[in-house]
């Protein structure tokens, strides 16, 4: 019997294990640790924000970014390399005494009086509180048209970190987006014929400077729940337009063929082992394979670990928003002790929790509210 059993060992995870830890509070963290951006992504790209906005959470804020590159003589140049940010989070973890538990969750049920969890070994945890905090894992997207393709020509761009098998293939990347972008830009290193193909006239970069960005997005995350409906609604409601970080730009400029203002209508096997895409307009593309760089779409059925009783007990954000889960101030779900964190939360709680800049607020949120509810019961 433990605390809290959080499950994910990323960023997110990571930071309330700390948390935890300086709290008192027993806990198992629950995963690989780091296992997305250490195995499931490019290794040799970039992370996106500026570094100084990059920090995990620990409750005193010692083991900083900064700290970090001051004491391992990292610079923290932007772009940040993705290695050096995995580099910093075992560091962070070792300073912060977090241990691990490098199992997944297979199944959480709730009893009358607490939480179980099963990993894939068949260890069983009881524990008051539950965090889910797994990011974008089971939620990758691929639009209806392209879904005709079997895997053998079709694969998203998550998980993707190898793109040699393509050399000397043809390639259709859609989505104009940072990971299209980012896709393209790997194909034709790895020698591959890439195109990128996308609805938009345009692509859109974003602007020069990735420090306003990175503090703007920090400030949303602590102020997002409390702005009056009409604020949260509007921007709800506002497309959210992803745009193409400038860094990449070089990469793909002049290198690889882009072709906006279409949009994929039908894709069918063809001839011997490719794909055929017919576009808006009558064009085609004959390729040897299809990424589908078209983002997440966040559904709260699609975590396998919870099953239909826990799924249907947690009440959801109104229609059109319903694959998120409702959440308190304190990101606790409807189901007392079951708090969801990270992408899951970038709903109730805005967008600032796709990324790594809500990561104070949600381990500032939850764990207080956790040892607050352990103090009550268990005075
Ligand atoms: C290509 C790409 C680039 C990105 N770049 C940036 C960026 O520059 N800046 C930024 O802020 N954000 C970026 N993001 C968003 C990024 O996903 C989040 O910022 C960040 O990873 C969120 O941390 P997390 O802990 O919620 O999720 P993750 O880092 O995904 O960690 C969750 C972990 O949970 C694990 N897990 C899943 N299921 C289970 C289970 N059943 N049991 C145990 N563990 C499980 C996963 O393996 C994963 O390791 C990027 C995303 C992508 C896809």
């Given at each position: ?22 709290a ?26 500026n ?137 034709h ?121 826990l ?6 954000e ?39 800049a ?11 509210h ?10």
């Amino acid at each position: 019997m433990v605390d809290l059993v959080i499950i994910g060992a990323g960023p997110y995870g990571i930071s309330l294990a700390a948390h935890a830890k300086s709290a008192g509070l027993s806990y198992v963290l629950l995963g690989q640790p780091m296992h997305f951006w250490k195995n499931q992504m490019p290794q040799t790209m970039f992370i996106r924000t500026n570094p100084r906005y990059i920090s995990l959470s620990d409750r005193e804020d010692r083991w900083t970014i900064d700290r970090f590159s001051d004491e391992t003589g990292t610079p923290l140049d932007s772009p940040f390399p993705r290695p050096a940010f995995v580099d910093y989070a075992f560091w962070f973890a070792r300073h912060a005494g977090v241990e691990f538990t490098p199992e997944l969750a297979v199944r959480v049920d709730r009893t009358p009086e607490a939480f179980t969890v099963v990993t894939e070994t068949g260890r069983r945890w009881t524990a008051a509180r539950v965090i889910v905090a797994t990011g974008l894992q089971h939620f990758s997207y691929v639009p209806d048209e392209l879904r005709a393709l079997p895997p053998s020509l079709l694969t998203h761009t998550f998980g993707q970190t190898d793109f040699e098998r393509f050399r000397n293939k043809k390639v259709a990347v859609i989505g104009s987006g940072q990971s299209a972008w980012e896709a393209a830009a790997l194909l034709h290193m790895a020698g591959s014929d890439a195109e990128i193909l996308f609805r938009r006239e345009a692509v859109q970069f974003a602007g020069e400077d990735n420090t306003a960005t990175g503090l703007r997005l920090i400030e949303s995350a602590e102020q997002f729940y409390r702005l009056p409906l009409e604020q949260k609604q509007e921007r709800w409601n506002t497309p959210r337009r992803g745009s193409v970080a400038l860094f990449l730009k070089p990469y793909v400029e002049g290198k690889v063929k882009t072709t906006g203002g279409v949009e994929i209508v039908r894709a069918e096997t063809w001839g011997d082992g490719q794909a055929r895409l017919t576009l808006t307009g009558g064009e085609t593309r004959i390729v040897d394979h299809v990424v589908s760089a078209t983002g997440y779409r966040i559904k709260l059925d699609l975590l396998p670990f919870l099953p239909p009783a826990l799924l249907e007990a947690v009440e959801r954000e109104p229609e059109p928003y319903h694959g998120f889960p409702l959440l308190s101030e304190q990101f606790e779900s409807s189901v007392p002790g079951l708090y969801f964190t990270g992408p899951l939360a970038s709903h109730t709680h805005g967008s600032a929790f796709g990324f790594v800049a809500g990561i104070r607020q949600a381990c500032r949120s939850i764990i207080p509210h956790i040892e607050q509810g352990k103090t009550q019961m268990d005075p």
